[in-house]
């Protein structure tokens, strides 16, 4: 095997082994069970020392990628049992083998192949460490094997930040938004100019890109989110490849907030979160508001300081962070950080804490607070229809659900959560029923989040009802109480 040096080759041994492990992860169990056979009999009395030890490494990259069958397991297991008591490297990557297999049974196959910092982490018998971000640019490390489910990931995260409710937070993969280019923003303004003309709602001439920004499964094993990210960008141009992160955020945003963030750590995702979704234009803000609340997320961010501390070029690179595509689009940075500064003066004295609170107080008002938003495109319920259809972008809350245009931001559709009649998903789709009983409108979405606007929206249904159970019973008991 050229992986093993056994034959010369003039690629990287690392390639070899992703070419044999893309292979065996689409091949059948028969195919799967003859390499394992190869590879029992490449550890078993081979001459060359070097060779062995990297057929047990490859070995080990196999286990952790797609299991045997059943019935050859057994028989795997035991080879690596009577191995595992060898002294040297060889016992010790027999008794790591025999841990991963266990794992990989139960998990199954994995769906990409490992990238380079996976297979380097498995032949060195050592844990993958990731980085997982906060909306705010901090973030943690953590140490994760090759069969880690992004739930367990969520997992850690929680238990160190002294959240009250984890089944509001979840693991996203964000898609880096690349700086400000003029030309591409031009491009962009004159597309949105030419929409607010188009009395036609929704109908574009050009597709709209959007960043990936998707929340991942709880089953999902997190090195496959990796993987995925190295096959996408593989068959693109190097200077079209793009950067993706693992994103720790809200998932559902609570009606009694207030109660749920007891803790700073929670108040301040709370805040981060609503300030990102105000910089991605998600609330119809005009600008001299969304230059008030940038002041206000500058204060947050940063706290009292000295005088000298609030000058011009604090925010200047980092303007995408505190002002709307919209708005930036138009003016220069400088002008925007200069207007920043000004608003800025009435807020000098507010902790972090208070800035957060205040930023809040102000974006609660608006009817897309609290949600959280999707992708999709609206198509015709008539098979044959050439209608191409009209891009939104939908946001679902326990309020309800808001459908806005992706361009301008208006809001199209607002409806109670008492008036969703009926909803769900199929493949790459989205169906919901709304209205009331006289007046119905049906809607049916192509988008690659089906699934998760439905589950969300059975999430917050879920909540709602709870709740509402909850405040019935504590009136209940008040007017026991009374009489």
Known sequence: MSYMEDRSSSKKPMLHAQKLL????????ELRDEIY??????TTNNPKPESCIKGWKLMCLCVGIFPPSEEFACYLSAYFHDRSGEPGEIGAFASHCLKKLDRTMIEGTRKYCPTEMEIEASEQRKPVSIRVEFLDGTFR????????????????????MDIENEKSFALAEMEDEPPDDPERDQEWLEMMEKRKADQTPGRFKQPIDTLLDRFLEKD???L?????????NAELPKEQRKTYRLVFKIRLFHRDEEEEVKSDQARRLYFVQAANDVVQGYYPIEE?????????????NFGVNEESFYQPGLILDKIQKYVPKKYRTKREHSYLENKILTEHEAFVSLSKTE?????????KKYQTYGCTFFTALRVSRVRKSKDPGEDVVIGISERGLVMLDPVTRNLNHDFELSEILTYGFKDNSFLL?????????????????????????ASTSLVCQLQDEKWSQCSNKYRHSSS
């Open 220 to 222: 999902e094993r997190v």
């Open 355 to 363: 800035a957060q609170i205040k930023y809040l107080s102000i974006v």
């Open 22 to 29: 893309r292979q065996a992860i689409h091949s059948p169990e």
């Open 288 to 300: 001299k508001d969304s230059l008030e609340l940038a002041a206000l997320q500058l204060q947050a």
């Open 141 to 160: 490390s953590l140490l994760v094997d090759s069969q880690t489910l992004v739930k367990q990931v969520a997992g850690q995260l929680v238990k160190g």
């Open 224 to 232: 496959d989110v990796l993987g995925g990210w190295a096959h996408s």
């Open 37 to 42: 056979c190869q590879l029992c009999k490449q």
């Open 433 to 457: 029923v709304a209205g009331n009983l006289m007046q119905q409108k049906k809607f049916n979405f192509r988008s690659m989040h089906g699934r998760e606007m439905h589950d969300l929206h």
